[in-house]
């Protein structure tokens, strides 16, 4: 029993380390902003992920669940934030091409 | 008790936004005031307000676990300090009143998303009041609503993201090894547990996000950028006191009460600090840009914050410690003399500014103090923590580092006095000569500012226990 | 076991589908896929209470947050698009390779360790603990609600006065 629930633990890492290999890959390449947040989105599910299975794992799901509640609440208020700031540099630059970003480098 | 410092701002704002406009907006200035000078008494002296406060007796729904050690006191105290030089800087360049007022709304939120993370004894707590902290910054850097600021925002956004997954990453992995998340049961576990790979791997993650926070080499990328294109008072904000704590305390904290100084630790945070002292002051002496230069300053001192983590003596973290206040005190220093350079003249290029000092005279000796302080020149303050630090680095063996941390500091020098030179002495151009010296409120914080530095460098003797004892923090 | 394995799979091709499709409006709703496949496999590892939070929050408020911002921030032309098309192809495709390389080799990699795990908790509830033993973390919850939501109708204040 110990070693098929820690057998699932390892499977359900090694998927979480593939689904983050995605999320960075959609940030880094990308020439969108909002596609670049969907990456920040998939990377912040893969953790997820982790946690809710490294809670039932050990058997502490109450509270895994609470950091999960909490981690939700707090990556909801970040998307929006982020939005905000990506609608503000739409209405100053008028596109959401991120290679039109980079005037800062110097 | 200490749950007054985070309650006290975040009641603050809601009061603020109460429907009372006329009145809430003349007295925004003088609550942060006040709320700022409790945090600076708090920490300077706790056991004479504990009398004073009856707050305890608020019942057990207030009870929640924040306590304080030296640690947090010292970083309590900075943040109180650097808030107030911000506080004041803003207040100084804010044309409209509305605008000043949302400033200091966003301020107090950031303030208590700060107190928080330095009093938490829990370390997914220690990541839901850094997220606070975040939120609050991203806002603040946009606050000039230019695309500049929006750009450097975003930036700092992504990568502040993709360090907040690492941390949870590690917490996760943490999860696994002990059932707990607070810090004595972390620690106990990792001490009695046989999962050493998975201690290691949750480690090297955490590491990384912390780097990354930090700004320190190799995941430095954001912050000049950042730092030259948020708006004058919020560098003095990110540059003062931001990064140090969502990166180099939780560093600090994390390294020394959970993991514990190990071997590979110690090698790994002597490379990353050695590595950005040398690398950053090379980068820094080819800037044009006033911020950027600055900038690159910041990421060298904190490299030698973090050469002084990784001795792993006593000496060694009590010397990283002092030079943390120090950075906090010098570099909120130049950045507010940068903003009042940029707010007379309207430029940061320094090819076009020569010959101030004969206009600003004021900028122009508070600036020397705090350059001569960061290259670390006697008497003053950054003198005897880099002393501590090479010190530290030479009595555990390390004198490969020791004599690197020497050279870099000539170099810190090089950098600054030639600034100093091209900026402030020299001959006053001709466009300049409109130039007058800044106001009343800009040059409050500069003066005092300037003057802890000073103070703290020649009491060197009286003020070196409160480090010491900080070191048992960790 | 073998259905946790296939429904990570398709958690993993919701998300590769949702990062390839050429379309933002299809990226956005494959995100609401993949929260939804998330929130199965919630369900299925004994964590209700999260799994709600999950679809309600994340495969619901998101999605409407980035349809709605990418229904604000004009779309391209259909040529634009084809065209778009054709740059992203030209960049995307390494991901499945890199994908599939690692899938082999990870399948390759059969540790099968035997980690000794923690004591298990005394409090089941989650109310309970998320209430009572963990009241810093709702109180941080408030404050960052607080924060953002004060913070976007700054940003959005100041540029409407302009």
């Not at chain 1, 208020?77 to 209405?91: E, R």
């Not at chain 2, 190990?262 to 600090?273: A, C, E, F, T």
């Not at chain 3, 619901?60 to 740059?87: D, K, Y």
Request: proline residues 3%; aromatic residues 8%; glycine residues 8%.
């Amino acid at each position: 029993m110990s070693a098929e629930i820690t057998h699932l633990f390892v499977v359900s890492g090694l998927f979480a380390a593939v689904l983050s290999v995605i999320g960075i890959y959609c940030v880094l390449m990308t020439f969108n902003l909002i596609r670049a947040l969907i990456g920040l989105e998939i990377l912040i599910k893969a953790v997820t992920l982790l946690i809710i299975v490294a809670g039932h794992v050990t058997g502490h799901e109450a509270l895994a669940q609470s950091l999960v509640i909490t981690l939700i609440v707090i990556e909801a208020v970040m998307i929006t934030v982020a939005v905000g700031i990506v609608l503000g540099i739409h209405s100053h630059t008028g596109s959401l091409d991120a290679r039109n970003i980079r005037n800062l480098k110097g | 008790m200490y749950s007054c410092l985070v309650l006290a701002p975040f009641l603050g704002v809601i009061i603020l936004n109460l429907p009372f406009r006329a009145i809430m907006r003349k007295a925004a200035f003088w609550l942060c005031l006040l709320i700022l000078s409790a945090q600076i008494c708090l920490a300077l002296f706790p056991a004479a307000l504990s009398r004073l406060c009856g707050i305890n007796a608020l019942g057990s729904f207030l009870q929640f676990d924040f306590t304080a050690d030296s640690l947090t006191r010292l970083l309590l105290l900075c943040i109180g300090i650097v808030l107030f030089a911000v506080l004041f800087v803003q207040r100084y360049i804010a044309k409209e009143e509305a605008r000043f007022f949302n400033f200091v709304s966003m301020l107090l939120l950031t303030l208590a998303g700060m107190n928080g993370a330095v009093m938490v004894r829990d370390i997914f707590s220690l990541y839901v009041f850094l997220e606070i902290t975040a939120v609050g910054s991203f806002i603040l850097i946009a606050f000039n609503d230019d695309a500049d600021s929006f750009e450097g925002s975003f930036k700092y956004m992504v990568l502040s993201m993709v360090a907040t997954v690492l941390m949870l990453a590690s917490i996760a992995l943490l999860l696994v090894v002990s059932g707990d998340t607070s810090f004595s049961a972390l620690r106990s576990a990792i001490q009695s547990s046989p999962n050493k790979v998975l201690i290691d791997i949750a480690l090297a993650i955490f590491l990384c996000a912390c780097f990354i926070k930090a700004g320190l080499m190799p995941f430095h990328g954001w912050l000049p950028d950042v730092y030259s294109s948020a708006p004058a008072s919020v560098s003095v904000l990110l540059a003062g006191i931001v990064t140090k704590t969502v990166g180099v305390y939780t560093l600090m904290r994390i390294v020394g009460s959970v993991f514990g100084f190990g071997g590979p630790i110690k090698n790994i945070l002597l490379v990353v600090g050695a590595l950005s002292v040398v690398l950053a002051a090379f980068a820094a002496l080819g800037q044009n840009n006033f911020k950027r230069m600055l900038a690159y300053s910041s990421i060298s001192q904190v490299g030698y914050i973090i050469l002084g983590l990784g001795c792993g003596t006593a000496l060694g973290a009590a010397g990283a410690m002092f030079h943390l206040f120090n950075h906090a005190m010098f570099k909120s220093l130049l950045f507010v003399n940068s903003a009042a350079v940029e707010h007379e003249t309207g430029t940061r290029d320094m090819g076009k500014l020569s010959g101030l000092a004969q206009r600003m005279p004021l900028t122009g000796v508070t600036s020397i103090l705090a350059s001569l302080s960061a290259a670390g020149v006697p008497p003053l303050a950054g003198f005897w923590s880099k002393l501590l630090i090479i010190i530290a680095l030479w009595m555990a063996g390390l004198h490969s580092y020791a004599v690197i941390a020497v050279l870099a500091s000539i170099l810190t020098l090089a950098y600054l006095l030639t600034m100093q030179r091209s900026v402030f002495f020299g001959e006053l151009k001709g466009d300049l000569a409109r130039v007058k010296e800044s106001g009343f409120c800009m040059a409050l914080p500069a003066v005092i500012l300037a003057a802890i530095t000073v103070g703290v460098g020649i009491a060197f003797p009286f003020v070196i226990n409160i480090f010491i004892s900080s070191v048992s923090g960790v | 076991m073998q259905i946790d394995i296939a429904i990570l799979l398709a958690l993993v091709s919701a998300a590769l589908w949702s990062v390839m499709t050429r379309s933002l409006l299809r990226s956005a709703i494959g995100l609401a896929f993949t929260s939804v496949i998330l929130t199965i496999i919630m369900f299925r590892m004994g964590s209700p209470l999260a799994a709600v939070f999950e679809l309600s929050v994340c495969a619901g408020l998101i999605s409407v947050l980035f349809v709605s911002t990418i229904s604000l921030t004009h779309p391209l032309t259909a040529r634009e698009v084809l065209q778009h098309m054709r740059e992203r192809l030209a960049r995307f495709w390494l991901l499945p390779v890199i994908l599939i390389a690692v899938g082999i080799i990870l399948c390759l990699v059969t540790i099968k360790p035997v980690i000794p795990l923690p004591p298990p908790e005394p409090i089941k509830d989650v109310r309970v603990m998320l209430w009572d033993i963990r009241k810093t973390d709702l109180l941080g919850q408030v404050i960052v609600l607080l924060t953002g939501v004060f913070g976007v109708v700054i940003l959005f204040k100041e540029r409407v006065k302009k």
